[in-house]
């Protein structure tokens, strides 16, 4: 929780620097391409988040793999990561960065979860109709999840609406063998 709100905090900076000078999707975009990269080999992972190397030498490296291939908005942020010793903090500070990105577009993400693959027009009738029960623009992101057996499960933040048949089979059982108390 602690690393979240510290994330937000840098995401919250990141992105008011975006604002103004109007490359919002832009840094974004590029904070979630050098977070890709590094994630994306665990010798390089291991170095950039590694509390025994030097500081300089992971702001070189890193400015030697992204200058002129990011801008400066997105560089700068992760070398002050480094600067800082918050390189754990990169992948977080991605998240609430697209969470506000989301909200300066005046829309909230939306997880839909199925068991078999939706429809172009079932996908859009469903948001349509989430977007008019609760008066918001959501941005879905679609998983498959064969386990949820058939229907589907909904995630708008912290509310979850469960219409999987696992998720009723579940709760039948929690309210057969007292778990539902």
Same mark, same amino acid.
């Given at each position: ?86 390189? $754990? #903090?990169?992948?977080? /500070?991605?998240?609430? *960065?697209? @969470?506000?990105?989301? !909200?300066?577009?005046?829309?909230? &993400?939306? %997880? ?12 859009? $009738? #469903?948001?349509?109709? /989430?977007?008019?029960? *609760?008066? @918001?623009?959501?941005? !879905?992101?679609?998983?498959?999840? &064969?386990? %949820? ?33």
């Amino acid at each position: 929780m602690a690393n979240e709100t510290l994330a937000r905090r840098y995401a919250s900076a990141v992105y008011s620097l975006a604002t103004e000078s109007n490359t919002v999707e832009r840094v974004g975009n590029e904070l979630s391409a050098i977070a890709r990269a590094i994630g994306s080999d665990a010798t390089l992972a291991g170095f950039f988040v590694s509390p025994v190397i030097e500081r300089s030498e992971k702001q070189n490296a890193l400015a030697r793999a992204f200058t002129g291939k990011v801008g400066d908005i997105a560089l700068h942020t992760v070398l002050l990561l480094v600067r800082k010793r918050r390189e $754990s #903090l990169l992948d977080q /500070l991605v998240v609430e *960065y697209r @969470k506000l990105e989301l !909200a300066g577009r005046g829309a909230e &993400p939306l %997880l839909v979860t199925t068991a078999h693959a939706l429809s172009d027009a079932e996908l859009r $009738s #469903l948001i349509e109709r /989430l977007e008019r029960v *609760y008066g @918001k623009t959501f941005e !879905a992101s679609i998983k498959h999840d &064969p386990s %949820l057996i058939g229907g589907l499960r909904i995630a708008m933040g912290d509310r979850v609406i469960d219409g999987s048949i696992s998720g009723r089979l579940e709760e039948l059982t929690r309210a057969l063998f007292g778990g539902g108390n």
